[in-house]
């Protein structure tokens, strides 16, 4: 990305981004559970934002927490932010991007150890940079 994401405009976002991918990442949408390629994703490498390229996640704490949603239990040092999130008549945490302020999903204190979080990530907010021996080539 040549330009500084926090200068984005709404416009050069819509221009950057598939429309589904806009809503979850701009506008704080959630993509319908079970539907990412991403849940079933199994090779190592990392999970970067679909907005900006901020390394997000290792693969290696990618766990299947059955929710429908991609799911790690920690995120890269300092490569999440996260809020209060009041929406839909109840009050949870939601995580961003510290890069783009891209919205990703929500954190929930029934993750395993070490962390005992559950970083529920939507897919359409990540895109998968799988390790050399993992790419096709």
Known sequence: MDKDPSLLTDAEWRARLEPDAYRVL????TERA???????????GRYVCAG???VLFAA????????GWPSFYA???GAV?????RSHFM??????CARCQGHLGHVFPDGPLPTGERFCINGLALA???DEAGKEG
């Not at 704490?61 to 929710?67: N, P």
């Not at 932010?81 to 999130?85: G, P």
């Open 34 to 44: 079970g539907t990412s390629p991403l849940n079933h994703e199994t090779r190592e």
């Open 81 to 85: 932010e996260m809020s209060v999130d």
């Open 75 to 77: 995120p890269e040092e």
């Open 128 to 130: 998968f940079d799988p």
């Open 91 to 96: 009050t949870r945490t939601e995580v961003h």
């Open 26 to 29: 701009r506008q704080h949408a």
């Open 52 to 54: 900006c390229g901020q």
């Open 60 to 67: 290696q704490t990618k766990f299947d927490a059955g929710c």
